[in-house]
């Protein structure tokens, strides 16, 4: 089992950037599919990205398109995620989250991963 513990988060203005980062203990971070998720207000969890064990990345999907990078660093144990041209639609707590095994396709779900951080707080100002 994975500790995860996100951090990056904060209070940014529209087409800005921002970098979140994911911080791994208790386990290998190599051994985990990560990815990332949030929950905009009034809504459901959403998926965000994935990466894989070696660095395959589905961080083209939805409404992120072309907007955000999932990345890895398996000697840092740490995930990272990249977001630029950032919409106020793109305020929400964001999560990290892992699993050992995955199956089936995006957009995955919550229930897919069984380990998740905190959470850490983006807010985009129009």
């Known amino acids: 089992q994975v500790h995860l513990v996100e951090s990056g988060g904060g209070l940014v203005q529209a087409g800005n950037s921002l970098k979140l980062s994911c911080a791994a203990s208790g386990g290998p971070l190599s051994d985990y599919i990560m990815a990332w998720f949030r929950q905009p207000p009034g809504k459901e969890r959403e998926w965000v990205a994935l990466?894989?064990?070696?660095?395959?990345?589905?961080d083209d999907w939805g409404s992120v398109k072309g907007r955000f990078t999932i990345s890895r660093d398996n000697a840092k144990n740490a995930v990272y995620l990249q977001m630029n041209s950032l919409k106020p639609e793109d305020t929400a707590p964001y999560y990290c989250a892992g699993t050992r095994q995955l199956a089936g396709a995006p957009p995955f779900r919550e229930v897919d991963f069984g380990s998740w951080g905190q959470g850490t707080q983006v807010t985009v100002s129009a």
């Open positions: 990466i894989s064990w070696r660095g395959d990345t589905t």
